[in-house]
């Protein structure tokens, strides 16, 4: 209790001197695109420039939105699944090149002939060849995967991997949920450990408290989710969610985001004692379009370099945008999914690029 009174106390007071900035702006974006809670954050390797969270928990609501509150990072789970897997790769436990079939051989009978040969650095990086999958999808059903968390995803991608179905054009990138479910079973099998221990051990090493699905659903007092039309998502445990727990399922606070963020510009500008500047680089921008959770473009407006990830996992928006070459992040964070409040996110990014581009 008194290291939360510190904590909020200590947000308190940064939120008077740094939150102030674009409030107004990011506040008219909030009801005019029609977004119950707003959260965002300007930051570098290592400051806090503004951080702030606005509107309502839950629509038509008093329950003010607060800066600890936390969000589903729906994709962006995928930039923590892939930092892990970099560690684990760090300290000999698994290769990049390390195929599927060789953790899991039993599997491999079963499974589709095209995926034989399919690495961990396939996995994170988008490019095996299988189909998409998500929440939406109605098989398998939950009576077919049984078990507990860990053997749910066991089953889920022994299911997946037995479909018939093939990805007949070749793409550069295979944009698929279960890589990411595949990658984070690998990582178990080579660790030993459940993902969600890996996660919870990155989180005591950062000093983050990541938390896994629906926050309301531990907390009805932490944001709820809304879909396009502001229905409230009330809480529940979701099956589905556990099945893409590596690709889409970890939930935390924008201030925790900031620290994982801040870690990521440190790597890039060669400040980490743990994974070296190219090694960043890589992660970042290893190949064209999408890396090892990362995405990277040039802004047409500033011509500045962005790696970047953005979450839509059905009630939330999150995104993050890091630039080393000015040392500056960007993450924005909504309690709805919907169109009409991603432009209103793209309008506030876009507005804070241009204040921030050094």
Known sequence: ???????????????TFYGQ???ALAEN?????????LAYAVISSDSIFEIQTLGYQRINTSYKAKIDDRFRLGSL???ITSYIAMILVKEGKIKLETKFFDLYPEL?????????NVTLKDFLTFRAPIPTWSYGNETPTQKEIKGNDQKQR???????????????EKQEVYWSNPSYVAAGLMLEKASGKSYETLVNELGKNLSINFGFGQPNLINENEPWGHDENLNPEKPALNYKLNWLSSAGNINCSL???CKFTQMQLQGLLGKSKI????????????LPEFSFGWSSEINEKSGLKYSFHNGNPGTFLTKVYICPAINKAFIIFANVQSEEADKGLMLLLDELQKQYKG
């Open 1 to 15: 209790m008194k290291k939360k009174l510190v904590f909020l106390i200590y947000f308190s007071i940064l939120t």
């Open 21 to 23: 900035k674009n409030s």
């Open 29 to 37: 974006i909030r009801i005019n695109y029609k977004i119950p809670a």
């Open 77 to 79: 789970t995928k930039t």
């Open 108 to 116: 491999k009978a079963n499974s589709n002939p095209v995926l034989y």
């Open 154 to 168: 066991y089953e889920f991608i022994s299911w997946f991997f037995k479909q018939n179905q093939i990805v007949s």
């Open 255 to 257: 201030p925790d985001y």
């Open 275 to 286: 994974v070296s500047a190219e090694e960043f680089d890589m992660i970042h921008n290893g």
